[in-house]
C-alpha cells in the first residue's frame, strides 16, 4: 500500500481557494472583462486591447518600457499584445532616437477605432455602474486605487 506523502491536504487547498486575494481578483477580472468584451464585440477589440489604446493615446509618444511600467505588464507581455494593433495599423512601434529604445504611438486608424469603441465601453461601464449602484463602484474603484499604490510600494521595496 502506498503511503500519501502530499504536503496538503484537501483542507490547505480549500482555504486558498477560498481566501487567496489573488485568486479571487483574477477570477473576479475575468468575470468583468468577459462582460466588457460581450459589449465591446462589434468593435472586434477586446478590453484588453482598448486598455492598450487607451494607455497609449494617453501618453504618446511613448517608450515601450515606461507603457510596460504604465500598465503594470512585463515588456515581453506588452509587445506581444501590442502585434495584433500593429498588424492592424492601429499603433505605430518604431524606433526612438536610441536605436535600442521602441516609442509607440496611436495611429489615425486607432483614434478612430477607439471612438468607435468608446459607445460600447461606455454601455458596459453603465450596466456595472448600475448592477452595483453607484456608490458601490466609487468605493471599489477608490479601494483599488489605495491597493494598487501599496502593491506597488510593496513590489518596488
Avoid: H
Wanted: hydrophobic share 40%; glycine share 4%.
Amino acid at each position: 500500500m502506498e503511503k500519501n506523502t502530499t504536503p496538503f491536504t484537501p483542507a490547505d487547498l480549500q482555504q486558498m481557494a477560498q481566501n487567496c486575494l489573488c485568486l479571487n481578483m483574477r477570477q473576479t477580472t475575468r468575470l468583468l472583462t468577459q462582460l466588457y468584451d460581450s459589449y465591446l464585440q462589434p468593435t472586434n477589440l477586446r478590453l484588453t486591447q482598448i486598455s492598450l489604446l487607451v494607455a497609449i493615446a494617453l501618453a504618446q509618444p511613448v517608450p515601450l518600457t515606461r507603457l510596460a511600467d504604465l500598465l503594470a505588464l512585463d515588456r515581453t507581455t506588452l509587445a506581444r499584445n501590442l502585434k495584433p494593433l500593429e498588424r492592424e495599423r492601429l499603433v505605430d512601434v518604431s524606433p526612438g532616437e536610441d536605436k535600442r529604445v521602441r516609442v509607440i504611438s496611436l495611429t489615425g486608424q486607432g483614434c478612430e477605432r477607439l471612438a468607435q469603441a468608446l459607445p460600447y465601453w461606455k454601455q458596459a461601464q453603465e450596466v456595472v455602474r448600475v448592477r452595483l449602484g453607484s456608490s458601490e463602484c466609487n468605493a471599489l474603484q477608490t479601494d483599488l486605487s489605495r491597493l494598487q499604490a501599496q502593491l506597488a510600494e510593496i513590489g518596488s521595496a
